[in-house]
């Protein structure tokens, strides 16, 4: 293997562990602050890349980047509280709550996916790359949309990061993650907490789709590959930390990427649920894992 | 004699067909320490948790705070309008630091604008229960069993509550941690908390409280002054149970 090549695979393996990076803490603050795993979160991925396309594309509204990055931060947080309180909160407190919004997210998610598809039709879309051209670092070209992906992602990450370390909202969310009860105690208000945390979560799978949309063709089902490397990032990393997806994340999209260039493409499910399964065996917390659930 | 400060009024707590809490009443004046005794399983936990409604609420029955019924606010409201409660087991957050597990509550109410005035105010109750300055960032998750109590007490203390639900502050504590617990409590006390005290420690409850209220099978058995109390043939025979 080649200078070059090598650093052409790392470099679409840290694209992929961004972009991972971005999905699996959404799904991350979900499953620690609600307790539940949200079969939903690629419906809303690809539903983010629809609104993206929609508002920014010279093909639909044609108001550019800003704005469709905008418009989907905004639409998708909003859909995400929407969607918690139909389909989460009647089963808040229930006995077979883990069991009974298997079912309820993952009906959410077709009436999603059927939505999309009467509204924007089954024929692909693409939104146009974020930046133009190339940028050269020694002997190696590097696109210059995967490094506004990069930044973008790291930007988003890095704000969610210190919305739930140094805010008033993130520390209650922080807390309520940990112990509901005693939250509840101390006079947290416990429901708009949970619709924050699904609103953000929605908001990182919107932005998610957003960016993924640059790069791929969108269709409503697009969400489906997204959610399982997700799952298998959060599976694989744990949720000790908020950072713990992140890092995850990153060698996911890293042995991804190399097991393409050596095995090809359809081994890569394969090497990721083999790497999956011997960290669960080994570490059944996830690799930085831990037992409790925190954000 | 001044109002009560709470009123409890025929509450009911039912599980199916077990009846957890049986239309229990009481008043609760304010300053005063009632403690609460009975065995295992007698409803006094669960009394604290309809009274606050985490993590459920009664099934019928009153309660009335300062004259007002909250017996239907939500739990939130309740503990903003100056009811606080402690768990039984250390319940605190545990990845977060003790100073944090102090704020979340602060910044809960009305009591300081500026994040300074926040964190001071966060120092301050967890001076005033006796926390060392020195652990203010440990995660609280890593304390030792009572400083973890103490992080309890200082979140509720935090809400500057007018009456103040303790239950078993003394489980799983040394005898000395015991004696530190007994100083506490009373000291809350003198800065004018009412104190709800649920306890197994009987020589604790008998030391701090004005009175004493013994539930058995979710019934009120005895409520006055704790040395009568204590000799109450009832109370006996529902701790000791019946002589052969």
Redesign the interface.
Known sequence: MSVESFLFVLSGGIVLGALYALMASGLAVVWSTLGIFNFSHGAFIALGAYIGWQVSNAEALGLGHVAGLSATLVVMFAAGILFQQIFIRPFE?KDNIIAATVITTLAGATILQNAMLLIWGPRAKQIVAIAEGTISIGPVAFSGNDIALIVMVALILGFAGWLLART?TG??M??VA?????????????PLLYALAFGLSAAMAGMAGYFVGSIRFINPTFGADPLMKALIVVIFGGIARFTSPIYAALIVGLVESFTIFYLGLYWAPAMLFAMMTVVLTIKPSGLFGHH?R?L | MSEPVLVVSDLTKKFGALTAVDGVSFEVRPGEILGIAGPNGSGKSTLFNAITRVPFAQTSGIVLFKGAQISNLANNEIAKRGIARTFQRESVFGNLSSIDNVLVTIEQTNRASAFAQKIALAEQALDLVGFPATLHNWQAGRLPVYLRKLVMIAGAVALDPAVLLLDEPASGLTVSEIDKMRALITHLNELGMTILLVEHVLSLLMEVSDRLMVLDQGRVIALGDPATVVANPTVIEAYLGTPA
């Open positions: 407190r008033r520390r209650s922080r807390a940990q112990n509901r009860q005693a939250a509840e105690l101390m006079g947290l208000n416990v409790q925190t």
